[in-house]
Structures are given as structure tokens and as C-alpha cells.
């Protein structure tokens, strides 16, 4: 099977600090892979260097077997690699409608403060939007301001906008941060059906385990930069190094 994505030996270091080391990781299209650990491990500056807002000391990242290698991110945007934020990056002061239309914008050759205008005065909706609204529960809420919806709603809005993009590869950095165990469990179906209408390969950063475990078919383990452990959910679930990286070592008096 030819792989979506290949990471091969990927280093970063911020000053003496080594952010990424070695890093490693084969992706097959169709699937949703889990990158789990602790705060600090590394794991959102990953998606950065993916996504070309940092640039590796060494090592390779290949998607559809085209080197990212000095890529700009809006020129990895267009090759098909779109990504949600740890932190929420929408458009507070767009509506809900214009933080998804800013999405394709990507894809066209105007400027983006043209686009802008484009979108301002332009209110028709095409069949993609009408289908992320409808799909993500937002369709009664398209006017309204983005810095008006709850919190969960403005992670589902990112999520949408990202699809915007028509990604082959989605990248969620912590989609489920900030929701309740009720919201967790709907965003976890939401996932699965977002990956099967539009033919995604998805990689998950995420601390909630049980979205994990739900959702994954590999799972990558990263602790201060390094991988620690990695296969399918019951092999990470019961490996000790996990556990140590999670838990702490049981002080001994």
C-alpha cells in the first residue's frame, strides 16, 4: 500500500532543548493514527514541522511522496494537509459561515484580504459549507459571531473550517480539550463519520484516553521529544513505559 505520509528521523532542537528527536512514523491512507503524552513531549511541535511553521534541524517528512522540505504552509494547505490548534484560532469577529469560506480560501490564487472582502460581501452558500454546517449541528447559527458559540461548538467551527480545505490528511491537535465526557463520546462519532464521507487519513493529538482507545489504530507514545512506545491501543495501554510516563515511578520509602 502506498503511504499518505513517511516522518523519517526527524530532529529539533530549541536551543539545548531537544524538542523532536529521531521521530518516526509511517502513515497508511484510511486511518486514524494517535500521538499520546504527557504535556511537553513534543507532540504539537510535530504538527508544526508538518505543517511547515517550523523547520527541522534534520530529517525527512514525505506526503503522497513529495518532500515538504522548505514548503511554505499554505503550499503544504494545497498539496492536502490540514490541521485544527491546541489553543482555538478562528476568526472571533467572523461569523460562523465566513470562519468556514475563510477555509477555501486557501485553494484560491487571490490574496487573502481580497478573499476577505470576497467573502464579506458575497452571503451565498455553496454545497460544501451547507454540508460542514449541516454535519457539525451549526446550520442555526451560521450568522452568528464565532466568539459567540460555546466551547464546544468553536472546536467543532475549527474543525469545519479545516475541512474547508478538502484535506487528504487532517491533523486534530486536541479536539476534545475542554469537553465534557457527554460532548467526548458525540465528538468520537463525529470523527469516525467525517472520516469515512470524505475519505480522510486523520492523526490525533489527545489526552483523553477514551477517545484514543475509540478512535485509534496506532498509537505513537512521545516523552520529552523521544518515542517510547508505539502499536495498536492494547499494546500502549499495557506497556510499563507508558504507564511510568504518565504515572511516575511508586516513591519507595
Known amino acids: 500500500m502506498e503511504l499518505m505520509m513517511e516522518i523519517r528521523a526527524l530532529n529539533l532542537s530549541f536551543g539545548g532543548l531537544r524538542a523532536v528527536s529521531n521521530f518516526h512514523l509511517k ?6 493514527y494517535g500521538i499520546i503524552g504527557p504535556n511537553g513531549a513534543g507532540k504539537t511541535t510535530l504538527f508544526n514541522l508538518i505543517t511547515g511553521l517550523y523547520r527541522p534541524d534534520s530529517g525527512e517528512i514525505f506526503f503522497q511522496g513529495v518532500s515538504l522540505a522548505g514548503k511554505k504552509p499554505y503550499e503544504i494547505s494545497r498539496l492536502g494537509i490540514a490541521r485544527t490548534f491546541q489553543n482555538l484560532r478562528l476568526f472571533n469577529d467572523l461569523t460562523v459561515v465566513e470562519n468556514i469560506q475563510v477555509g477555501q480560501l486557501q485553494h484560491q490564487s487571490q490574496g487573502f484580504r481580497r478573499g476577505l472582502f470576497k467573502i464579506r460581501t ?3 452558500l455553496g454545497e460544501k459549507i451547507n454540508t460542514l454546517l449541516d454535519l457539525f449541528g451549526l446550520g442555526g447559527r451560521a450568522g452568528e459571531k464565532a466568539g459567540n ?11 469545519a473550517r479545516a475541512l474547508a480545505t478538502n484535506p487528504k490528511l ?18 468520537a462519532g463525529l470523527i469516525r463519520e ?7 487519513t486523520i492523526i490525533l493529538i489527545e489526552h483523553q484516553m477514551r477517545l484514543v482507545e475509540e478512535l485509534c489504530d496506532f498509537i505513537t507514545v512521545m ?9 495498536k491501543p492494547p499494546e500502549v495501554q499495557s506497556n ?5 510516563a504518565y504515572l511516575g515511578e511508586e516513591e519507595v520509602d
Open 223 to 231: 516523552n520529552f521529544g523521544e518515542i517510547i512506545a508505539e502499536g
Open 194 to 200: 467525517i472520516k469515512t464521507r470524505f475519505g480522510l
Open 122 to 124: 458575497n452571503n451565498g
Open 149 to 159: 458559540l460555546p466551547y464546544g461548538m468553536q472546536r467543532k467551527l475549527e474543525i
Open 27 to 32: 502513515v497508511e491512507p484510511g486511518r486514524i
Open 170 to 187: 487532517l491533523l486534530l491537535d486536541e479536539p476534545a480539550a475542554g469537553m465534557n465526557p457527554r460532548e467526548v463520546l458525540n465528538l
Open 240 to 244: 510499563p513505559v507508558v504507564i511510568k
